[in-house]
C-alpha cells in the first residue's frame, strides 16, 4: 500500500499537469479562433482519434496485457521485438488510410476544409501511437516517472505550438492542427533520447509464433470496441455539426473537453497505478491481492468523482469563464451533465481492466454496444430539437447503460469479495 500511495502522488502530480496543458491547449485556442474554426479542428481530431483507437489501441492494450507474463519469463525484449514493428505498421497504415479518404471525401464534395488541415490533424496518428507505445511500456514496467514526464511533457508543449504556428500562419484551423501536430512529434525526439527504453530482442522460434498468435487473438475482439467509446464520446460533435452547423459542434467540443478532461485524467490516473498491480496478482493466481487492489481502486475513483463533480456543479460559471474564449460561455450550464456522464466513464475503467484480466474481450464487446447504441438513437432523437443540451443527456444516458451492464457482466460484487485467479492460459478472446 505504501507503494502504490507513492506511485498514485507521482502519476496524480502528473495527470493533474496534463489536465492542465489540456485545458491550456482549448484555452488557447477558444480565444485564438471562433466557434467555427474551433470546431473544424475538434471534427478532424475527432477522425483521427477513431482511426488511432480502431487500429492502434487494440495492439496497445495487447502489450500492456501480456508484458507481466512476458517479465515473468524475462522475455520483455523480446515482446518489445515483436510487438513494436506490428504497432509501427498499424500507425503508418491508419495515417495513410485516413489521408487518402479525407481528400478524396473533400474533392468528392468540395468541402470548404482544406488538404492542409485534413493532413496535419490526421497524420498525427503516427507521434499519438509512438507515444502511446512507449509510456504504455514505462507503465507496463512502473517507470512512473519517465511515464508521467514524457505526457505532461507533451500536453503542455502543444498549447505553445499550437500558439506560435497561429502567429506565425494565422488564425485559422490549418495552422493549430500545425502545431499540434509539430509539438507532438517534437517532444517524442526529446523524450525517446531522454528516457532510453531497453532494445527488442529478435523474437524467433516457437515462442514468437505462439506468442504474436495469443497478441492477435487477444487484440483482434478489440478492433470493432474502438468505435463504440468513440460513438459515445465524440459523435455528438457530428450530429450537431449536421444539424446546427460546425460552430454549434466546436462549441459543444469545447465545453466537453472542459467538463470531460479531468475525469479522463482520473480513469488514466487509476489506469496507470493500480492496473499494472491487478494484472501481476492475478497472473501470479493471488486473489486476496487482487481483491485488495480492485477495491483501492474503485474507492479511489469514486472519491477523486465526488469532488469533481461537485466543483462542477457548484463554480460551472467561473470553470467556464477560466478555461474558455469569450464565445464560449454560453455552454457553461453543461459542465455538471458533462462531468456526471465521465464520472461513470472513469468508472468503468476499472470494470474494463477486470474483464481484461479475465480474458474476458467479448464481454466487453456487449457493453460497449449497448452504450454506443444507446448514444446514437439519442443523439439522432436529442440533438436535433435541444441542441448541446441533448448531446450532453444522450451521453449520459448512455454512459448509465454501459455502466449497468459492466456491473452485471463483471461480477463485481463476487470480485471484491473473493478477487480473480489466474485465467485459463487458452483464454484470449473468450
Same mark, same amino acid.
Given at each position: 500500500?505504501?507503494?502504490?500511495a ?25 480565444h ?15 477522425i ?34 515483436l510487438? #513494436? /514493428?506490428?504497432? =509501427?505498421? &498499424?500507425s503508418? *497504415?491508419?495515417?495513410a488510410?485516413?489521408?487518402?479518404? @479525407? !481528400? +478524396?471525401?473533400? %474533392? ?25 507505445y ?23 508543449? #502543444? /498549447?505553445?505550438? =499550437?500558439? &506560435?504556428?497561429? *502567429? ?7 495552422? @493549430? !492542427? +500545425?502545431?499540434? %501536430? ?6 517524442n525526439?526529446?523524450?525517446a ?11 524467433e ?33 457530428y450530429?450537431? *455539426? ?8 466546436g !462549441? ?30 492475478v497472473?501470479?493466481?493471488?486473489a ?8 483501492g ?9 465526488a ?32 462531468g ?67 456491473v ?23
Open positions: 500500500m505504501k507503494r502504490i507513492k506511485e498514485g502522488l507521482v502519476v496524480g502530480v502528473g495527470q493533474a499537469l496534463v489536465v492542465v496543458g489540456r485545458f491550456a491547449t482549448v484555452w488557447w485556442l477558444t485564438l479562433l471562433d466557434p467555427g474554426a474551433f470546431g473544424e479542428v475538434a471534427l478532424v481530431q475527432g483521427a482519434a477513431l482511426g488511432f483507437a480502431f487500429l492502434c489501441g487494440p495492439l496497445l492494450q495487447a502489450g500492456l496485457r501480456f508484458h507481466p507474463e512476458a517479465a515473468a519469463d524475462g522475455r520483455t525484449g523480446a515482446l518489445h521485438g510487438l #513494436r /514493428p506490428l504497432v =509501427a505498421r &498499424a503508418w *497504415a491508419t495515417a488510410m485516413l489521408v487518402a479518404v @479525407a !481528400l +478524396v471525401w473533400k %474533392a468528392a464534395t468540395g468541402a470548404p476544409v482544406t488538404a492542409l488541415t485534413l493532413v496535419a490533424g490526421l497524420i498525427t496518428v503516427v507521434p499519438d501511437t509512438f507515444r502511446s512507449e509510456t504504455n511500456r514505462f507503465n507496463a514496467a512502473r517507470r512512473h516517472v519517465a511515464y508521467v514526464t514524457w505526457n505532461v511533457a507533451d500536453a503542455l508543449a #502543444r /498549447p505553445f505550438g =499550437a500558439a &506560435a504556428a497561429i *502567429a506565425l500562419i494565422g488564425k485559422t484551423p490549418e495552422a @493549430a !492542427l +500545425v502545431g499540434l %501536430a509539430s509539438a507532438g512529434v517534437a517532444v525526439l526529446v523524450c533520447r531522454l528516457f532510453e527504453q531497453p532494445r527488442g530482442e529478435r523474437a522460434g516457437e515462442w514468437a509464433v505462439s506468442t504474436r498468435a495469443r497478441l492477435l487473438r487477444f487484440a483482434v475482439p478489440l478492433v470493432p470496441l474502438a468505435i463504440m467509446p468513440w460513438i459515445v464520446g465524440s459523435a455528438s460533435r450530429f450537431l *455539426a449536421g444539424s446546427s452547423g460546425v460552430a454549434a459542434a !462549441l459543444y467540443a469545447a465545453i466537453a473537453g472542459v467538463g470531460s478532461q479531468g475525469f479522463i485524467a482520473l480513469g488514466l490516473f487509476g489506469l496507470t497505478v493500480f492496473r499494472p498491480l491487478f494484472f501481476t496478482a497472473d501470479a493466481g493471488d486476496r491481492r487482487s481483491r485488495r487492489v480492485l477495491a481502486w474503485l474507492a479511489a475513483l469514486g472519491a477523486g468523482s469532488v469533481g463533480v461537485a466543483a462542477l456543479a457548484l463554480w460551472a460559471g467561473p470553470i467556464t469563464r477560466l478555461c474558455l474564449g469569450p464565445e464560449f460561455q454560453d455552454a457553461a450550464p453543461l459542465l455538471p451533465w458533462i456526471a456522464a465521465y464520472v461513470l466513464y472513469a468508472m468503468q475503467t476499472a470494470i474494463e481492466a477486470l474483464l481484461y484480466a479475465r480474458h474476458k474481450t467479448g464481454h466487453w464487446l456487449w457493453i460497449q454496444t449497448a452504450g454506443a447504441a444507446t448514444a446514437l438513437a439519442l443523439f439522432a432523437i436529442l440533438i436535433p430539437r435541444y441542441g448541446g443540451w441533448g448531446a450532453a443527456i444522450a451521453t449520459l444516458v448512455s454512459f448509465a447503460v454501459s455502466s449497468a451492464l459492466a452485471a457482466l463483471g461480477d463485481v460484487a463476487a470480485t471484491l469479495r473473493a478477487g480473480v485467479g489466474a485465467p485459463a492460459p487458452e483464454g484470449p478472446g473468450r
